[in-house]
């Protein structure tokens, strides 16, 4: 995503019905006010996308640990057992979609999710903004580093 320019973005519908819960996530960060800053402190380069995106990751993962703090649900996603053992291969199969297009299980945890993620965007609005602008320091860090060692 951080390669591609903002109007080639494309995002099969399938997938995004799957994974909702990564097509918010994703929409929240593209949409959010500091990823054009990001994008455009790529500059189309390969390794600064890289460092980047794991420093976005990072970040993200404290925005979410921020949602769910109160939460018992990493808790049951954790600890369920159907979740973790399920082979998730063929819902990108046709044949599958006449059975059931998405597990129940998964759609309403999914469900669960997304509530709580919109339920906290919409009281925590600059809760993503103030840790995309942290990884875009770490990443503005680490690339100094890199290409001071890599010119």
């Known amino acids: 995503m951080l390669m591609i320019p903002k109007d080639q973005y494309f995002e099969e519908p399938l997938t995004s019905m799957i994974f909702n819960v990564r097509h918010l996530i994703l929409k929240h960060v593209r949409e959010n006010v500091i990823f054009p800053t990001i994008f455009e402190a790529i500059q189309q380069q390969p390794s600064r996308a890289y460092i980047a995106a794991i420093a976005i990751t990072r970040y993200l993962t404290y925005w979410l640990s921020d949602i769910f703090k109160d939460s018992s649900l990493p808790n049951e996603i954790l600890q369920n ?24 299980a998964i759609t309403n945890l999914q469900g669960r999710i997304l509530r709580k993620i919109i339920q906290y965007s919409n009281t925590h609005d600059e809760a993503l903004t ?18 001071s060692h890599h010119v």
């Open 81 to 104: 057992e159907t979740l973790r053992n399920m082979d998730i291969r063929p819902l990108f199969e046709e044949k599958y979609s006449t059975i059931e297009p998405v597990p129940s």
């Open 130 to 147: 103030a840790q995309l602008q942290q990884a875009l320091i770490a990443a503005r860090a680490q690339w100094s580093i890199f290409e």
